[in-house]
C-alpha cells in the first residue's frame, strides 16, 4: 500500500481558524500551508586564534578554536515549477557558498586581534604574509557572531520571491559554548 505524503500546516499539525484552508481546497494540497515559512540551517568549520586581553583567565593568553558556525534563514518553500530549487527555501551549497567566501575562507587559519590590543596587532604586523583579522570588538564568540550577522545579512537574496532572511548567525567556540547573534 502506497500512502501518499502531504505537507500540512504545522507540518504536520491541522489547519486552524487562524491558518484555514482557502474554500474549496482539500487540505492535503492547500498551498498556502505548503508554502508556511520554514527556517533551514546549516553548518561550517574554519580554524582561528584570538584572545581576549583583558580577561580575568587563560583567555588573555593567545589561543586558538576550532568554531562552527550555523546560518539560519527563513523564507517560504519555493514553489517555482522546473527551478533547481523547487521544494526548498535555498539549496544548503548556495548558503554554504555564501557563508564560506565572506566570512569563513576570510577568518579561517587567521588570528582575530581587536585593534584595541596594540602589544598583538604590533607583533602580528611584524609577521611577513601572516593571515590577521583586526576587528573592531573583542574577538568573543558574541561580537564575532554578531560581526558575521552584520557581513551576511545583507548577502542573502530573496531571488526567487519567497522573503528569504537571515534570522541567527549562531557561533560555537567549543561544542559546548555558543553565541546567538538574531534578528531583531
Not at 498556502?32 to 553548518?43: D, P, S
Not at 557572531?145 to 528569504?164: M, V
Request: include cysteine; hydrophobic fraction near 40%.
Amino acid at each position: 500500500m502506497i500512502v501518499p505524503f502531504a505537507l500540512t500546516a504545522g507540518y504536520g499539525q491541522a489547519c486552524s481558524p487562524a491558518n484555514a484552508c482557502p474554500p474549496g481546497t482539500s487540505h492535503s494540497l492547500c498551498d498556502a500551508c505548503y508554502n508556511r515559512a520554514m527556517q533551514i540551517t546549516t553548518r561550517l568549520e574554519f580554524d582561528a586564534g584570538h584572545r581576549i586581553p583583558s580577561h580575568k583567565s587563560q583567555c588573555r593568553n593567545l589561543h586558538g578554536h576550532r568554531y562552527s558556525i550555523e546560518i539560519t534563514l527563513s523564507g517560504d518553500v519555493i514553489q517555482q515549477e522546473g527551478s533547481s530549487e523547487q521544494g526548498m527555501v535555498m539549496d544548503f551549497s548556495d548558503v554554504k557558498a555564501i557563508a564560506r567566501k565572506a566570512v569563513v575562507d576570510a577568518w579561517d587559519h587567521a588570528f582575530l586581534v581587536y585593534q584595541g590590543d596594540t602589544a598583538v596587532r604590533e607583533f602580528l604586523e611584524s609577521l611577513p604574509d601572516h593571515k590577521t583579522v583586526v576587528m573592531q570588538s573583542v574577538p568573543t564568540a558574541e561580537n564575532m557572531a554578531a560581526e558575521a550577522f552584520r557581513i551576511l545579512d545583507a548577502l542573502y537574496r530573496d531571488t526567487y520571491g519567497n522573503h528569504l532572511r537571515l534570522e541567527r548567525v549562531r557561533l560555537f567556540e567549543t561544542p559546548n559554548s555558543w553565541a546567538d547573534a538574531l534578528r531583531q
